[in-house]
């Protein structure tokens, strides 16, 4: 929640407020899916389940960027009624921005299961995320010029984690691979 801090000390109170349900309508996708990534959880760090790991991480990333896609389509098309039935009109300027607020929850939604399984197979990627915490917050302020702006710092952010962690299971799963043939 660095962002929302960042957000209140650089614009005044109607446009951070304006931010706050920009970010928990990000969040939402992450919430309705939450049972879910516990589960994921569990599984992964389970020794009994490591035959399934790849095919069940794979199954599992295709289901949510399903999610995700969803998500994204129903913030485009009904996100207006959408905003109007949790905050009232008051925050109607919020459905310009919730293309942005699907794409940022997606990819949030996605790195944060990514990041369990990491955790799960004590994998360094987990570390990704708190080490580039004090980047992130720099970009926040350096960038942070306009809410839209702020908005994209998260999206570039999560999009650059999502990438990192992609690229460790990809090379995870090639090494798996070259040790089997050998």
């Known amino acids: 929640n660095a962002d929302i801090m960042v957000v209140k000390r650089l614009f005044d109170g109607g446009q951070a407020g304006i931010y706050s349900s920009w970010s928990l309508l990000s969040k939402i996708i992450l919430y309705a899916a939450g049972s879910g990534l516990s589960v994921g959880l569990v599984f992964f760090s389970s020794s009994d389940q490591q035959k399934n790991y790849k095919r069940v991480l794979l199954y599992s990333l295709a289901f949510l960027a399903s999610i995700a896609v969803c998500a994204i389509g129903f913030y485009w098309v009904l996100g207006e009624w959408f905003v109007a039935m949790l905050f009232g009109s008051r925050f109607s300027s919020v459905t310009a921005y919730l293309p942005l607020a699907g794409i940022f929850g997606s990819m949030y939604l996605l790195i944060t299961f990514l990041n369990q399984y990491a955790v799960a197979q004590n994998r360094k990627t987990m570390l990704v995320a708190p080490a580039s915490a004090p980047f ?32 460790d299971i990809t090379l995870s799963f090639t090494h798996e691979k070259n040790t089997a043939q050998k």
């Open 136 to 167: 992130y917050i720099a970009a926040l302020f350096y960038f942070g010029t306009s809410l839209q702006n702020v908005m994209i710092v998260n999206i570039v952010f999560t999009g650059f984690m999502l990438i990192l962690y992609l690229l």
